[in-house]
């Protein structure tokens, strides 16, 4: 069997697992980068479909070239009465697609001299002498070794550990379009609470503006058990045109999300040589 080299192993090329390839590439002259090799399942059921994801950032980010929106001014709605709102400068809340976010990063670890990108699936990652050991399968069969000297592991953890709390955070969202404008670009409506609860948890709309006719709206909740693919539609339906009422629209496109949210120890150092990082170490934050 064939044993791959490298100083280290970054296995899922997802949110964590890319930002850590970016971030360890190097192209200075007289440095000594490390040598990174970046593993991804192949397409197929391990691989997640396209995201949008939002966060904070201060000024110009590393990504920006990918950030198809930003606003500066957030809004909360309770289920009655006026809205919380504010500026949240020098922050920027920031919409990144996870397609322009691989795209962007594809494009500079292709130009990296020391990031080389492996389609394997990661059967097994074994602590050895010096570091570990990866067991691969890559899409042609042939089973692969990997020695690195240390592993950053975005691999979704099977089960979520036992915790005091768990909720689940379950989305449907839709791209729409709208026959008049109905949006406010400069600002983000985060959580308004005006939509109907769940008899366990708690719900809340998100609507996202990328222009005065468009924007990404979910229906949100934070609850124990998921609803039926019906459940969503109907409740984002019954948000969009009961509380938002927007009118003839079209849905260009939707997404829908499922994110544990627990209150679990997630250790992020499994080994003298491994970590755990990105979702897989606790790090989801509680955005749509
Ligand atoms: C629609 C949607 C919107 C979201 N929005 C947000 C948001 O705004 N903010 C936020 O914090 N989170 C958000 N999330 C959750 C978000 O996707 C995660 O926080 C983020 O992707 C975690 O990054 P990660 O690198 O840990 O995992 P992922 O991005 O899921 O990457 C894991 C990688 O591991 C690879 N992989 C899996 N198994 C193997 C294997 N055996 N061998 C090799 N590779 C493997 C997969 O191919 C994948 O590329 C959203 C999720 C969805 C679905």
């Known amino acids: 069997m064939v044993v791959l ?11 964590a697992g890319l930002s850590l390839a970016h971030r360890l590439s190097g192209h200075a002259s007289g440095a000594r980068f490390p040598s990174v090799l970046l593993v ?17 950032e201060a000024g110009r980010g590393r990504f920006d070239a990918a950030v198809r929106s930003q606003w500066r001014h957030l809004r909360v709605r309770p289920p009655a009465g006026p809205a919380v709102e504010g500026d949240i400068a020098p922050l920027r809340y920031k919409m990144i697609r996870s ?7 594809a494009r500079d670890l292709a130009r ?12 097994s990652v074994e602590e050895v002498a010096e570091g570990a050991r ?4 890559p899409s042609d069969g042939h089973h692969q070794a990997l020695h690195a000297r240390w592993v950053f592991d975005t691999r979704p953890l099977g089960s979520i550990p036992a915790a005091r709390t768990t ?8 791209f729409v379009r709208t026959a008049r404008p109905a949006f406010d670009c400069g600002t983000a409506e985060l959580m308004d609470f005006r939509t109907a609860q769940p008899c366990a948890g708690l719900s ?12 990404l709206v979910e229906y949100t909740e934070f609850s124990p058990q998921v609803l039926t693919a019906s459940g969503y539609e109907a409740a984002l339906r019954r948000y969009v045109e009961d509380v938002l009422s927007l009118g003839d629209l ?6 829908t999300g499922l994110i544990p949210m627990t209150d679990a120890p997630m250790p992020r150092r499994i080994g003298t040589s491994v970590f755990r990082i990105g979702a897989a170490g606790g790090a989801t934050r509680p955005c749509g």
Not at 5 to 15: E, L, T
Not at 167 to 174: A, I, M, T, V
Request: charged share 20%; net charge negative.
């Open 5 to 15: 080299k490298a100083d280290v192993a970054v296995i899922g090329a997802g949110a």
């Open 40 to 56: 991804d399942a192949p397409p197929g059921p391990l691989r997640p479909g396209p995201r949008t994801w939002c966060f904070w």
């Open 99 to 105: 397609d322009d976010f691989e795209y962007l990063v």
């Open 112 to 123: 990296s001299p020391n990031v080389r990108h492996l389609e394997a699936t990661v059967d």
């Open 134 to 137: 990866l067991q691969m399968s």
């Open 167 to 174: 909720l689940l955070q379950h989305f449907h969202g839709w």
């Open 204 to 215: 809340f709309g998100y609507v996202l503006p990328t222009g005065p006719r468009e924007a």
């Open 250 to 255: 079209e849905i260009v496109a939707t997404e």
